[in-house]
């Protein structure tokens, strides 16, 4: 079983910068890919960005350029820095971890970009 832990949303005006953090625990034997989902009031929840084990890294159009993706595999932590953030991003954003094609989940941090 593998357990993840976000952290690091917040409250923040626009055009300002947060770092999320999400720690995975338990059985970790490979997490090939983490990422980072995300989903606002009213709307599906969409992928923002993926990582591989070997640092391939994809976005979604609406946060390139903006958003990094990035991950420790030592301490098994995936990181997500936003900027330039935008109220469109308030969201309830979620770790997700794949390893040997089961998904697990983290509880969510919330984001909120006041304009």
């Known amino acids: 079983q593998v357990q993840l832990v976000e952290s690091g949303g917040g409250l923040v005006q626009a055009g300002g910068s947060l770092r999320l953090s999400c720690a995975a625990s338990?059985?970790?034997?490979?997490?090939?890919?983490m990422d980072w989902y995300r989903q606002a009031p009213g709307k599906q929840r969409g992928l923002v960005a993926a990582i591989t084990d070997g640092g391939r890294t994809e976005y979604a159009d609406s946060v390139k350029g903006r958003f990094t993706v990035s991950r420790d595999n030592a301490k098994n932590t995936v990181y997500l820095q936003m900027n330039s953030l935008k109220s469109e991003d308030t969201a309830d954003y979620y770790c997700r971890v794949v390893q040997y094609g089961n998904a697990y989940w983290g509880q969510g941090t919330q984001v909120t970009v006041s304009s």
């Open positions: 338990g059985r970790i034997d490979s997490a090939t890919v």
